[in-house]
């Protein structure tokens, strides 16, 4: 079987990258497409004249289209279209220099080639001419091509290079570099800063590929299912960003429906005093909730509920506050009007992508295989975005006002759902964005119970997350506070749930995730009060021993690594020494001056107290003998 890997422009051709199954290489074919112009003037029939009297002009004529911010007039374009790239370039640069309007300049000219002709990056070939490919309909359950890719990243202060086999650890940069040059892939994936330190010592890596995407240490599913989903290919896909795969997939909707791209054009916030902007102008339900210890918690997730709401009441920034509708929605909850009278475009965008994510999940509960899994967070991570970009100054589809509808709609339906519960007997003791923790819920079946209630009154589905034995709700490092987004607990199936914890941040040392990890360990084998009692003072023991080896200095250094990925020095008001010397990623040690570099060639001699500090740091997130005897009373 034969796969389009990658679409590409050389040398003024249009070229597929193809990959055959059953060898295990690749070839190149020229393929003919077309690509689209649109300009606006005050004369359309005579730019339409100019631009077919070009000959490399394929054919020119005129379209009515939509006009933003809110598409409720419309305006005469004129379309063409040619094989040319470059041609096309240059009419549009030579359009603007003589005052006429250009449209529809985003996505990239290659990607709408590839959605006007129905050529989906990554999928597998049905015909292949000279000059035409036609691809098999894409179905989700398919696979992927199983090519040879490398992944690399920088974790723990090691480069790691990750293949379909296996996961390989370099501590010098040389060494990773020497593996790379003794292996060839038709892919490589990279952490952008880790392409760049080894594109500098080794220019010839970029041979090693044929091609190097350095959008970012993603999976190559998850690559290769959003190059599907927005026809972007591979060839440009480096610095990708996921509200550009979700801009892009809106822009060719919006293409369908001949609604114009004009990013001149935006859509402004209306004047509101103090009193309105402090009651309209926030994000969704989140607790500030009592630190402590609670058993038997049921915690109940609406499913993709930002998406969800977006669907249901049709929020796009051209849809809400619309001067001119027939169709007005008036929710009580917000002060924002909907329009009904077209589909918006982000609802229209993301609507599909919904169901996807569920066909995922369910695929991979069913197989197990992981290529599923990783394609469900690819579509996740639109889906969020979906609701951010509403917001975003820069979005094409989105407005503050459509951003607020949808907050104002979350706390409605976490209000309701709140009610549902609390009618019922039941106590709330934490909420966060679209998620409740319920208290002592003694069965699953309760917890059952209980979803049902709450998708009945805010006709949402929502799904069970997770039915704790018992769960630990942390206190700040700074206050006596609860933080809303760190917390964990022991699962009624045995398992574990961590969420913001030291453990799981990037830049936590080695050293104190392992110390937290063997105390978590500990503490999970409790299910019981009696039981958590005597674990909790074995924590203790933990903890003492790592002071104790931090004292003696029996740590190897490379266990106190921080690791950072800071952007540039303009970030920094006053740039720290390590960032003037050498470029991301970074490893850094404590010393008595504060965070500076790894120097394996000095002698090391580390912050004994900032790292115990580290330590008490860690431990502070983990239950007292006070939180178990008040989770008793």
């Not at 208290?439 to 119970?449: I, K, L, N, R, Y």
């Not at 502070?620 to 006070?626: A, G, I, M, V």
């Amino acid at each position: 079987m034969k796969w389009i890997l990658d679409v590409y422009i050389a040398d003024g051709e249009t070229r597929l990258k193809i990959f055959d199954d059953e060898k295990g290489s690749t070839e190149d074919h020229r393929i003919d497409l077309d690509f689209y112009g649109y300009i606006s003037g005050e004369d359309i029939e005579s730019i339409i004249k100019d631009l077919r009297s070009i000959d490399e002009i394929e054919d020119a004529w005129a379209e009515e289209w939509r006009c933003p911010p809110y598409y409720d007039t419309k305006t005469r374009v004129a379309v063409f279209k040619t094989r040319d790239i470059d041609v096309l370039r240059r009419i549009l640069r030579i359009s603007r220099s003589k005052g006429l309007k250009i449209f529809n300049d985003y996505p990239h000219p290659l990607v709408e080639a590839l959605y006007r002709a129905d050529i989906r990056p990554l999928t597998m070939i049905r015909e292949l001419e000279r000059g035409r490919v036609k691809t098999h309909l894409w179905r989700p359950s398919d696979k992927d091509p199983e090519i040879r890719y490398v992944l690399l990243d920088f974790r723990e202060g090691y480069y790691t290079a990750e293949t379909r086999d296996d996961l390989q650890k370099f501590w010098d940069v040389e060494e990773l570099i020497d593996y790379l040059m003794s292996e060839y892939f038709h892919i490589g994936f990279s952490d952008p800063y880790v392409y760049m330190r080894i594109i500098e010592r080794e220019p010839h890596i970029r041979s090693r590929a044929y091609r190097w995407v350095s959008g970012g240490a993603f999976t190559p599913h998850q690559y290769f299912e959003w190059s599907r989903l927005s026809y972007t290919p591979l060839s440009l896909m480096n610095n990708i960003t996921i509200g550009r795969i979700l801009t892009t997939i809106e822009a060719l909707h919006s293409r369908r429906v001949k609604m114009l791209i004009d990013r001149s054009q935006g859509r402004r916030e209306l004047w509101r005093n103090i009193r309105e902007l402090i009651e309209y102008d926030r994000g969704g339900v989140i607790y500030q909730p009592r630190p402590g210890l609670y058993w038997r918690v049921c915690q109940i997730d609406f499913k993709s509920l930002y998406p969800n709401i977006i669907v249901r009441y049709n929020i796009s920034g051209e849809t809400v506050d619309r001067p001119l509708c027939r169709n007005i929605l008036k929710l009580s909850w917000t002060p924002h009007k909907i329009c009904l009278d077209d589909e918006g475009i982000v609802p229209m965008s993301i609507r599909e992508l919904i169901h996807l994510k569920d066909l995922y999940e369910r695929l991979y509960k069913e197989s197990g295989d992981k290529i599923f899994s990783e394609r469900k967070n690819a579509v996740k991570w639109i889906l969020v975005a979906s609701f951010g970009y509403l917001g975003y100054r820069n979005s094409l589809f989105g407005s503050v006002m459509a951003h607020e509808t949808v907050t104002s709609t979350s706390r409605e339906i976490m209000r309701k759902a709140r009610l549902a519960v609390e009618k019922e007997g039941y106590k709330v003791v934490h909420a966060i964005v679209d998620s409740i923790f319920v208290v002592e819920v003694e069965t699953f079946d309760e917890c059952m119970f209980l979803r049902d209630k709450i998708m009945r009154e805010t006709e949402f589905e929502a799904k069970i997350e997770a039915h704790y034995i018992w769960l630990y709700i942390p206190r700040s490092f700074v206050d006596e506070r609860g933080v809303a987004n760190r917390y964990y607990g022991l699962l009624t199936d045995g398992t574990w749930k961590i969420k913001g914890l030291m453990i799981v941040r990037r830049d936590t040392p080695p050293l104190i995730k392992r110390a937290q990890y063997e105390a978590l360990q500990k503490l999970f084998e409790a299910k019981t009060p009696q039981e958590l009692e005597t674990k909790i003072f074995e924590t203790k023991k933990i903890l003492n021993r790592y002071i104790d080896m931090i004292r003696r200095r029996e740590i190897d250094p490379r266990e106190l690594i921080i690791t950072r990925h800071s952007r540039t020095r303009d970030i920094y008001r006053r740039p720290p020494s390590y960032v003037l010397e050498t470029s991301p990623p970074y490893r850094l040690v404590y010393i008595r001056k504060g965070l500076d570099l790894l120097r394996e060639e000095e002698s090391l001699e580390y912050d004994i107290d900032k790292y115990i500090d580290l330590l008490y740091k860690a431990w502070r997130e983990l239950p007292t003998q006070t939180d178990l005897y008040q989770s008793k009373v």
